[in-house]
């Protein structure tokens, strides 16, 4: 077999995300940006350029808005955005790749860059990324590489916090938690009134990873050194807020949508859940808000988003190049997406912007980044095996919210399963 | 038709219980399309809750939903011709030939049944492309065909077997020759059989998604499933969008069914000979 | 076949339906089936005819040939080979069995062939049976009857994503089944998709009722075929409800309920989809059956390998239902 790049030549860390925050919250001022450097080429034969992508129909129109400049300014381009669903994403690139096929450019999830990348449906991406003038507007947390080579750049950053029912814990006039007792004691409350206390996501699978990951690297947990005490500890605390009616052995089948779902329906007074819900939680009449899951000091919060490249089978790479800086990589192109997803712009001057600044929820996750994020995939995971790892724990975060074991064997059989993956 | 009408307890009690199992699904799923996004987990086990037809509108304003809902009729119609075109003389071959490659096309006739259709993806995918019939309507009809073929002539041949051969002897007899001998006399006689699996097929073709989105490769060309599965996507689930469209996808495909549901006759050998 | 050739052929025709159906002994049921014995001695003749029959086979077998055979052959080759998503477009490491040894070695492995076959025997016996019952329930053709069976059609024609979401909601922590019980008085909710002794139950009875309007279907079509002098003259006999039912329908369905009942096992045997929805497999492996695991073996963790190893053992357990059917058609069908 050939040699398979294994280790993750990624550099992020910490320090690269707080330059993001950090630029987000103000502290320095982000120039008016200029795209618009170069004049189109003097081309107007007739293209298409296809764009695939795992948004929804809702999502759809606001791609066609996100890709207005650039029809602008090419109008003989016809754009196609193909919509795939998202779990048949990784699987249609690679299989298309291996009929020598693909599209121009790709939108995709971070678990399906080592395949997509191992299989040349994309190619490194350094010459662009070198000679791209608003590069320094990106932190080197948004860059995802293999062995050191560019492979996509995400425009926005997602993550999760603790939701909260403002509404509720006035009535009970109670304070924000900042640790897991503090937690503990509010839920202990909100079983007293007949609800839940928190929901979170427990379907097996990547989802359940992203969301079990704040919790047991808040017990201990880290994929360099990974124990089963920590595990075990977490799988305690769960199955101990589901014996105590805490959480609801059914988050073992929530995804985060449905999850959040539940919270705005009331039925609980928290949610673990991410940034792009504020739209929803702006709909509905009680007053809500965000602030940092209560973790202990080596508690950290993935910091994910949506990857883009081009695919290596363009006719057009330039013209794809462009068509992902003016929509993607622009600074309003991330504001637009950020208006209606609640996407946390990647760009030091869209993240400026007092979208963010004049809104609590979102400038709470912005401080969240700040204090809790950490780069994702986790680099200590070997890139070939981020998708395995993700799906193995989130499958015993599920595991353990359904009380499908008891916390030791759980715990002691996932650790099993995780270090040959780990390894080298 | 039967000769006579009398009173059926059972089955009068099997039916309450039917209309129940499929009832209040079909129920929720109108209710749920009724809803706004938000009352969907609010008033998940009630029927009271403000109704729109927003989630309709939506769907019906779609502009996509017109061009899916032509492609999923030319992939339903086409699939279904193919089909029927290669399934009717082999379910009657295979239910009438007496030599042992009955046997064995039908145990791999099963077998093929049991390829699970995400494993024949890659292959299929391969052999479209190189054949320049990916993002075509022929290559989806040729792949949706060979998913449902061996399933309709399964389905098929018994219908074939039952006839009774003397029929079909006597006028093998009279120097009928074999492709009449099945026009005029076993087709007829199978009549039922090649109905129902007729609207099964148009049923199942219309709504068919994993190869639909696998082997279309522009947006245009995708059937209506594809719409249904674009409810769901990376920020959230559309539920009543979802169900809505569920309930308009299916909608023209049933009045087919109904008309051909009046077509099936009682009796065996009644139409045929008479 | 104009219709003046069928009128010439008719004669012929009645008189053997005459021999074919001793209308005086129906309800051995057997005589049905056995009709044709009588007419065996004519048949060299006959089987000359019925070979040339088989060249009817050829549209269908083309079509088979060209499209199906590549990727079974595909998929056999995968399952012998290291291939992973990552590794589609490369050369393939050839591992002999080893697919198949890490499939047997698997932790959950004899779980889930378990929960595969109570999956398949719980789907295909309330399938075969529901289908039945709905198919006797509304062949009375009366327009109330042929409602329920449009109801149920039209169910089963909604995508699976729709129908599936649906039966998640209905039995979800505080959905409608869950309001149901605690009002007549049970005294906590019922997880019926999260507890990991009735999750795989909770799965394989929406699968059955999922199938149970196709079997009706079928089945309907079948009872529609019983010759009418049949049934009356099953009622002159003075047979009761039962029996008719017994001799005269289930007799004569029979060759349709071989063939459904091979059929909904395999399609038991190939469900993936309500499991994906509604439980994803879980809690843990509680409810995950072969065909999802080979679902979650290619697609999820994309060990293309690993999922085709799994695909081609579960294509091997349901060739053994494969011999019982085509054993089995060669007795009970007119022609043997």
Same mark, same amino acid.
């Given at each position: 077999m050939e040699s398979t790049p294994n280790r993750r030549g990624r550099l992020a860390g910490l320090a690269a995300w707080g330059a993001v925050a950090s630029l987000a919250l103000g502290a320095c001022a982000g120039g008016d940006t200029d795209v618009t450097a170069s004049p189109p080429p003097g081309n107007d034969e007739p293209v298409t350029l296809t764009v695939w992508h795992y948004y929804s129909a809702d999502g759809q129109a606001v791609l066609d808005d996100l890709a207005a400049p650039f029809t602008d300014r090419h109008p003989n381009v016809e754009l196609e955005f193909v919509f795939i669903p998202v779990e048949q994403l990784t699987t249609r690139v690679v299989t298309a790749a291996s009929a020598g096929t693909g599209p121009d450019v790709l939108l995709f999830g971070a678990s399906g860059l080592y395949d997509m990348a191992s299989s040349g449906a994309i190619l490194p991406m350094d010459d662009w990324w070198s000679g791209y003038a608003d590069q320094d507007q990106f932190s080197d947390g948004v860059i995802h590489r293999i062995d050191g080579d560019i492979y996509a750049v995400a425009a926005y950053v997602n993550l999760i916090g603790l939701w909260y029912n403002e509404d509720m814990l006035s009535d009970w006039g109670v304070d924000l938690p900042t640790t897991i007792p503090e937690l503990e004691a509010v839920m202990d409350r909100a079983v007293a009134e007949g609800i839940n206390g928190i929901t979170l996501t427990g379907v097996p699978g990547v989802e359940s990873q992203w969301q079990g990951f704040p919790w047991f690297t808040s017990h201990g947990f880290s994929y360099g050194d990974p124990q089963a005490t920590a595990m075990e500890d977490t799988f305690t605390m769960l199955q101990d807020w589901v014996a105590k009616g805490y959480? !609801? @052995?059914e988050a073992s089948t929530w995804d985060q949508h449905t999850s959040f779902q539940h919270f705005l329906a009331g039925s609980a007074p928290f949610s673990v859940n991410g940034n792009w819900q504020v739209g929803a939680a702006s709909e509905v009449e009680f007053a809500n808000s965000v602030a940092p899951? =209560?973790?202990? @000091?080596?508690g950290g919060v993935l910091l994910g988003g949506e990857l883009q490249n081009i695919g290596a089978f363009s006719e057009h790479p330039d013209l794809a190049r462009e068509f992902v800086e003016m929509t993607f990589f622009s600074a309003e192109g991330q504001l637009l997406l950020l208006e209606n997803f609640g996407t946390i712009p990647a760009r030091g001057d869209a993240a400026a912007s007092p979208l963010i600044g004049d809104n609590p929820i979102l400038s709470g996750f912005v401080a969240i980044v700040q204090q809790q994020g950490r780069p994702s =995939? !986790?680099?200590?995971? =070997?890139s070939a095996s981020v998708n395995e790892v993700e799906n193995l724990v989130g499958n015993y975060w599920s595991r353990a919210i359904a009380r499908d074991g008891d916390p030791r064997g759980l715990a002691a059989d996932l650790i099993a399963q995780l270090l040959p993956l780990l390894e080298d | 038709m039967y000769p006579r009408k009398r009173r059926e307890p059972v089955a009068f009690a099997i039916r309450v219980v039917l209309y129940a199992l499929y009832g209040v699904p079909l129920l929720w799923i109108v209710l749920t399309s009724l809803k706004s996004s938000r009352d969907i987990f609010t008033s998940q086990a009630t029927v009271f809750f403000t109704p729109t037809l927003e989630a309709y509108s939506t769907a019906l304003a779609d502009p996509a939903l017109a061009s899916s809902m032509r492609q999923s009729a030319i992939i339903a119609v086409g699939t279904t011709s193919l089909v029927l075109f290669c399934a009717v003389p082999a379910a009657y071959a295979l239910a009438r030939a007496k030599t042992r490659l009955v046997v064995g096309g039908l145990a791999v006739l099963v077998l093929l049944q049991m390829i699970p259709q995400t494993a024949s993806l890659i292959p299929l995918y391969w052999l479209l492309n190189s054949t320049r019939l990916l993002d075509t309507n022929v290559g989806l009809i040729l792949a949706d065909s060979t998913l449902f073929l061996p399933w309709a002539i399964l389905l098929m041949r018994p219908f074939f077997a039952r006839i009774p051969i003397s029929i079909e002897e006597a006028s093998l007899l009279d120097g009928a020759r074999t492709l009449r001998a099945f026009f005029a006399v076993a087709l007829p006689l199978a009549r039922n059989g090649v109905l129902v699996v007729t609207s099964v097929i148009l049923l199942v073709s219309w709504g068919e998604f994993l190869y639909g989105v696998t082997f279309m490769l522009s947006p245009r060309n995708y059937p209506m499933s594809a719409l249904i599965a674009q409810q769901s996507g990376l920020y959230g689930i559309n539920w009543p969008g979802m169900m809505a469209f569920g309930v308009i996808a299916v909608i023209p495909v049933f009045i087919l069914y109904i008309a051909s549901y009046r077509l099936l006759r009682n009796g065996l050998t009644l139409g045929a000979v008479k | 076949m104009s219709g003046p050739s069928r009128e010439k052929h008719a004669p012929p025709s009645l008189g053997a339906r005459g021999q074919a159906h001793p209308?005086?002994?129906?309800?051995?049921g057997e005589s049905l089936l056995g009709a044709s014995r009588p007419l065996r001695r004519r048949q060299p003749q006959y089987t000359y005819r019925g070979d040339r029959r088989l060249a009817l086979v050829i549209p269908a077998a083309a079509l088979i040939l060209a499209l199906s055979i590549f990727p079974i052959i595909q998929l056999a080759n995968m399952s012998l080979h290291d291939v992973t998503l990552a590794t589609l477009t490369h050369d393939w490491d050839f591992v002999g069995l080893r697919k198949y040894q890490e499939l047997f070695a698997h932790p959950d492995f004899w779980k889930i062939l378990g929960n595969t076959l109570a999956f398949v025997v719980v789907v295909t016996a309330l399938g075969l049976v529901g289908g039945f019952a709905a198919a006797v329930a509304v062949s009375p053709q009366k327009r109330g009857a042929s409602f329920l069976l449009g109801l149920m059609v039209f169910l089963w024609a909604m995508p699976p994503v729709v129908v599936a979401s649906i039966w998640k909601f209905l039995l979800s922590g505080d959905g409608l089944v869950n309001t149901i019980l605690l009002n007549i008085g049970f005294s906590e909710r019922v997880g019926?998709?999260?507890d990991k002794d009735l999750a795989l139950w909770s799965v394989a009875l929406v699968n059955a009722w999922a199938v149970i309007p196709f079997n009706a279907l079928i089945f309907r079509a079948a009872i529609l075929g019983i010759d009418p002098n049949l049934i009356e003259a099953a009622e002159m006999d003075g047979a009761g409800a039962w029996q008719r039912i017994r001799y005269v329908f289930i007799a004569s369905v029979r060759p349709s309920t071989m063939v459904l009942t091979v059929l909904t096992v395999v399609y038991a045997f190939r469900s993936f989809d309500y499991i994906y929805i509604m439980t994803a497999g879980g809690p843990g492996t509680a409810s995950t059956t072969l065909p999802y695991f080979a679902y979650v073996e290619a697609?999820?963790?994309?060990d293309i390998a690993g999922g085709a190893a799994t695909a081609i053992l579960a294509l091997l357990i349901v060739v053994i239902f494969a011999y019982v059917y085509v054993r089995d058609l060669r007795r009970g069908e007119p022609e043997d």
């Amino acid at each position: 077999m050939e040699s398979t790049p294994n280790r993750r030549g990624r550099l992020a860390g910490l320090a690269a995300w707080g330059a993001v925050a950090s630029l987000a919250l103000g502290a320095c001022a982000g120039g008016d940006t200029d795209v618009t450097a170069s004049p189109p080429p003097g081309n107007d034969e007739p293209v298409t350029l296809t764009v695939w992508h795992y948004y929804s129909a809702d999502g759809q129109a606001v791609l066609d808005d996100l890709a207005a400049p650039f029809t602008d300014r090419h109008p003989n381009v016809e754009l196609e955005f193909v919509f795939i669903p998202v779990e048949q994403l990784t699987t249609r690139v690679v299989t298309a790749a291996s009929a020598g096929t693909g599209p121009d450019v790709l939108l995709f999830g971070a678990s399906g860059l080592y395949d997509m990348a191992s299989s040349g449906a994309i190619l490194p991406m350094d010459d662009w990324w070198s000679g791209y003038a608003d590069q320094d507007q990106f932190s080197d947390g948004v860059i995802h590489r293999i062995d050191g080579d560019i492979y996509a750049v995400a425009a926005y950053v997602n993550l999760i916090g603790l939701w909260y029912n403002e509404d509720m814990l006035s009535d009970w006039g109670v304070d924000l938690p900042t640790t897991i007792p503090e937690l503990e004691a509010v839920m202990d409350r909100a079983v007293a009134e007949g609800i839940n206390g928190i929901t979170l996501t427990g379907v097996p699978g990547v989802e359940s990873q992203w969301q079990g990951f704040p919790w047991f690297t808040s017990h201990g947990f880290s994929y360099g050194d990974p124990q089963a005490t920590a595990m075990e500890d977490t799988f305690t605390m769960l199955q101990d807020w589901v014996a105590k009616g805490y959480l !609801s @052995a059914e988050a073992s089948t929530w995804d985060q949508h449905t999850s959040f779902q539940h919270f705005l329906a009331g039925s609980a007074p928290f949610s673990v859940n991410g940034n792009w819900q504020v739209g929803a939680a702006s709909e509905v009449e009680f007053a809500n808000s965000v602030a940092p899951l =209560p973790l202990s @000091a080596n508690g950290g919060v993935l910091l994910g988003g949506e990857l883009q490249n081009i695919g290596a089978f363009s006719e057009h790479p330039d013209l794809a190049r462009e068509f992902v800086e003016m929509t993607f990589f622009s600074a309003e192109g991330q504001l637009l997406l950020l208006e209606n997803f609640g996407t946390i712009p990647a760009r030091g001057d869209a993240a400026a912007s007092p979208l963010i600044g004049d809104n609590p929820i979102l400038s709470g996750f912005v401080a969240i980044v700040q204090q809790q994020g950490r780069p994702s =995939p !986790s680099p200590e995971v =070997p890139s070939a095996s981020v998708n395995e790892v993700e799906n193995l724990v989130g499958n015993y975060w599920s595991r353990a919210i359904a009380r499908d074991g008891d916390p030791r064997g759980l715990a002691a059989d996932l650790i099993a399963q995780l270090l040959p993956l780990l390894e080298d | 038709m039967y000769p006579r009408k009398r009173r059926e307890p059972v089955a009068f009690a099997i039916r309450v219980v039917l209309y129940a199992l499929y009832g209040v699904p079909l129920l929720w799923i109108v209710l749920t399309s009724l809803k706004s996004s938000r009352d969907i987990f609010t008033s998940q086990a009630t029927v009271f809750f403000t109704p729109t037809l927003e989630a309709y509108s939506t769907a019906l304003a779609d502009p996509a939903l017109a061009s899916s809902m032509r492609q999923s009729a030319i992939i339903a119609v086409g699939t279904t011709s193919l089909v029927l075109f290669c399934a009717v003389p082999a379910a009657y071959a295979l239910a009438r030939a007496k030599t042992r490659l009955v046997v064995g096309g039908l145990a791999v006739l099963v077998l093929l049944q049991m390829i699970p259709q995400t494993a024949s993806l890659i292959p299929l995918y391969w052999l479209l492309n190189s054949t320049r019939l990916l993002d075509t309507n022929v290559g989806l009809i040729l792949a949706d065909s060979t998913l449902f073929l061996p399933w309709a002539i399964l389905l098929m041949r018994p219908f074939f077997a039952r006839i009774p051969i003397s029929i079909e002897e006597a006028s093998l007899l009279d120097g009928a020759r074999t492709l009449r001998a099945f026009f005029a006399v076993a087709l007829p006689l199978a009549r039922n059989g090649v109905l129902v699996v007729t609207s099964v097929i148009l049923l199942v073709s219309w709504g068919e998604f994993l190869y639909g989105v696998t082997f279309m490769l522009s947006p245009r060309n995708y059937p209506m499933s594809a719409l249904i599965a674009q409810q769901s996507g990376l920020y959230g689930i559309n539920w009543p969008g979802m169900m809505a469209f569920g309930v308009i996808a299916v909608i023209p495909v049933f009045i087919l069914y109904i008309a051909s549901y009046r077509l099936l006759r009682n009796g065996l050998t009644l139409g045929a000979v008479k | 076949m104009s219709g003046p050739s069928r009128e010439k052929h008719a004669p012929p025709s009645l008189g053997a339906r005459g021999q074919a159906h001793p209308v005086g002994s129906p309800l051995t049921g057997e005589s049905l089936l056995g009709a044709s014995r009588p007419l065996r001695r004519r048949q060299p003749q006959y089987t000359y005819r019925g070979d040339r029959r088989l060249a009817l086979v050829i549209p269908a077998a083309a079509l088979i040939l060209a499209l199906s055979i590549f990727p079974i052959i595909q998929l056999a080759n995968m399952s012998l080979h290291d291939v992973t998503l990552a590794t589609l477009t490369h050369d393939w490491d050839f591992v002999g069995l080893r697919k198949y040894q890490e499939l047997f070695a698997h932790p959950d492995f004899w779980k889930i062939l378990g929960n595969t076959l109570a999956f398949v025997v719980v789907v295909t016996a309330l399938g075969l049976v529901g289908g039945f019952a709905a198919a006797v329930a509304v062949s009375p053709q009366k327009r109330g009857a042929s409602f329920l069976l449009g109801l149920m059609v039209f169910l089963w024609a909604m995508p699976p994503v729709v129908v599936a979401s649906i039966w998640k909601f209905l039995l979800s922590g505080d959905g409608l089944v869950n309001t149901i019980l605690l009002n007549i008085g049970f005294s906590e909710r019922v997880g019926f998709l999260f507890d990991k002794d009735l999750a795989l139950w909770s799965v394989a009875l929406v699968n059955a009722w999922a199938v149970i309007p196709f079997n009706a279907l079928i089945f309907r079509a079948a009872i529609l075929g019983i010759d009418p002098n049949l049934i009356e003259a099953a009622e002159m006999d003075g047979a009761g409800a039962w029996q008719r039912i017994r001799y005269v329908f289930i007799a004569s369905v029979r060759p349709s309920t071989m063939v459904l009942t091979v059929l909904t096992v395999v399609y038991a045997f190939r469900s993936f989809d309500y499991i994906y929805i509604m439980t994803a497999g879980g809690p843990g492996t509680a409810s995950t059956t072969l065909p999802y695991f080979a679902y979650v073996e290619a697609l999820v963790n994309r060990d293309i390998a690993g999922g085709a190893a799994t695909a081609i053992l579960a294509l091997l357990i349901v060739v053994i239902f494969a011999y019982v059917y085509v054993r089995d058609l060669r007795r009970g069908e007119p022609e043997d």
